[in-house]
């Protein structure tokens, strides 16, 4: 751009007027070496930054591998069946790297070129690192194919290790006691889980966290040594009780969870005022916790945990006695068809006592009378139309006026 700026004529005939643009062609040139100054000290620092870049990551991975440069070069040799598995799956992942890595060569001889095209000054350390990327690379795939021979030569070792039956006898003794530990744990589970109602919710899930816990810990153990058996290509089968005891427990969460929000739903509702609870909320979450017990009743009904059914009867007891609450609200309710309910249930209580709550109502066991509490209420709603009918009559003959006026009729003889 600064080229063709400079080409155009400095003072140029309009009409009658003659412009001279000397001014601002000289701010146009001035912008675009700015800009080109700028663009060439951004195109240096990525330069540089590729190519220390790129020397790191030689440094880093061949120290992965190498004691010592010197030859002949000393490589590093794993330990243990851990340092192996990484060391295999690392020099897999850097050969794969070389192709994308080589591409880059161009770009930063490219790049060099043209920094010197506009006569960017480039150190010669930076010159001399550039140039010598081949050789260093040349080196780095050296170290990639010695570690790579040395890795199978350690592979193979560990394998004639495993045909003499040194480690892999270990592993798999290791394994059986895994399996035998595994075993024991089920046993613990079938013998002392929480299969009843008899505690609350918070200790069965804090049983279930601890049991989890100590599965995951033998998960991870098993995990382990079927990675140290795939090195050598061997194989174990899955421990039937650890997959049995991992589908116990998920099911028995679901339970406990399930218990465990009926029982923080219960808490909230059964100190509640009788006259002031509200009963939609309360229907739709006994509803929903009903629905679920049920299906977990059938589909886990060859368990014989006792949990599941306790539970869905004291849901279901909770639920039928919702419409006892309506009945009991009614507003035709008097004194005298409360000494009717009470007879019928045999117990005395105090309907605006605080103390009469859903828990009272629940311990009295009122749901138990439902039909004969709801004859009760319809009865007083009967009785309370039939008050009102007599009253608007006896209002109505209260207020009604006659009027006597003689007749012109003849008489009747």
Not at 194 to 202: K, V
Request: charged share 30%; hydrophobic share 40%.
């Amino acid at each position: 751009m600064a080229n063709n700026v400079q080409v155009q004529e400095t003072v140029s005939a309009v009409h009658y007027l003659q412009i001279n643009c000397a001014d601002l062609k000289y701010a146009i040139v001035q912008h675009c070496i700015e800009w080109q100054e700028k663009l060439c000290g951004l195109l240096y620092k990525m330069t540089d930054m590729n190519i220390m870049e790129l020397y790191e990551y030689i440094k880093f991975n061949s120290e992965q591998f190498v004691i010592s440069n010197l030859k002949p070069m000393v490589m590093k040799e794993p330990q243990n069946l851990d340092e192996m598995q990484y060391a295999l799956i690392l020099i897999d992942h850097l050969k794969e790297e070389v192709g994308f890595r080589e591409l880059e060569f161009p770009l930063i001889n490219d790049q060099l070129i043209t920094l010197d095209k506009y006569s960017v000054p480039v150190p010669d350390l930076l010159r001399n690192l550039e140039k010598n990327i081949p050789k260093e690379w040349a080196k780095y795939l050296e170290v990639l194919e010695a570690a790579e021979k040395m890795l199978d030569y350690s592979k193979e070792l560990y394998k004639r290790m495993a045909r003499r039956r040194t480690i892999q006898d270990f592993i798999i003794r290791t394994s059986c006691s895994l399996r035998e530990e595994t075993k024991v744990l089920l046993e613990e589970f079938l013998k002392s889980g929480p299969f009843t109602s008899d505690i609350p919710a918070s200790k069965g899930l804090a049983y279930l966290r601890n049991m989890r816990a100590k599965l995951q810990l033998i998960k991870d153990r098993d995990e382990r040594i079927r990675n140290d058996l795939g090195i050598f290509g061997l194989s174990f089968p899955e421990s039937l009780e650890m997959i049995r005891l991992e589908a116990e427990l998920a099911s028995l969460e679901v339970v406990w969870q399930l218990v465990d929000e009926w029982d923080h739903a219960w808490d909230s509702y059964k100190s509640g005022g009788f006259w002031s609870i509200e009963t939609a909320e309360m229907e739709e979450t006994a509803q929903n916790l009903f629905r679920k017990l049920t299906r977990l009743s059938r589909e886990l009904k060859d368990k014989g945990w006792t949990v599941i059914e306790d539970t869905r009867q004291r849901v279901d007891a909770f639920r039928r006695t919702l419409p006892l609450l309506g009945d009991l609200k009614n507003s035709a309710m008097r004194p005298r068809h409360w000494d009717k309910v009470r007879k019928t249930v045999g117990v005395d209580f105090d309907e605006n006592s605080p103390d009469f709550n859903l828990e009272a109502i629940f311990a009295m066991n009122l749901h138990n009378f439902a039909d004969e509490i709801n004859d009760i209420s319809n009865a007083a709603t009967m009785e309370l139309q039939i008050e009102k009918g007599i009253k608007a009559i006896a209002e109505a003959w209260a207020v009604m006026k006659f009027e006597i006026a003689r007749t012109e009729t003849e008489s009747i003889e």
